[in-house]
Nanobody
Framework: QVQLVESGGGLVQAGGSLRLSCATS????????MGWFRQASGQEREFVAY????????YYADSVKGRFTISRDSAKNTVYLQMNSLKPVDTAVYYC????????????????????WGQGTQVTVSS
């Protein structure tokens, strides 16, 4: 119903920047919001950023506030994650995900709130 494809990952030095893209296709008009998550080796998948489709409200994990920016291009059905001032602790596989509902308890920061996931893109930050 909804397909997501991430791109833009790579290897950068600490202090550098990357912009991740997530192209959506399918029944994108049914998307309630889009989130970015990341999973470091041996760690749980954690919330990074979220943007709501109806109003464009944005939320960030405390660890990335002031450094990362989530945005969307409605014409291209694409969401982005601009990552600045990257740190080695940002090293992880980054995933975009589509949230298809707003029922009570469907929190934007929970992995279980999302219905579709991309394949992930590796971000490695060296020191």
């Amino acid at each position: 119903q909804v397909q997501l494809v991430e791109s833009g990952g790579g290897l950068v030095q600490a202090g550098g920047s990357l912009r991740l893209s997530c192209a959506t296709s399918g029944r994108t008009f049914s998307i309630y919001g889009m989130g970015w998550f990341r999973q470091a080796s041996g760690q749980e998948r954690e919330f990074v950023a979220y943007i709501s489709w109806p109003g464009g409200s944005r939320y960030y994990a405390d660890s990335v506030k002031g450094r990362f920016t989530i945005s969307r291009d409605s014409a291209k059905n694409t969401v982005y994650l601009q990552m600045n001032s990257l740190k080695p602790v940002d090293t992880a596989v980054y995933y975009c995900a589509a949230k298809m509902s707003s029922y009570s308890g469907s929190y934007y920061y929970l992995v279980t709130s999302y219905d579709y996931w991309g394949q992930g893109t590796q971000v490695t930050v060296s020191s």
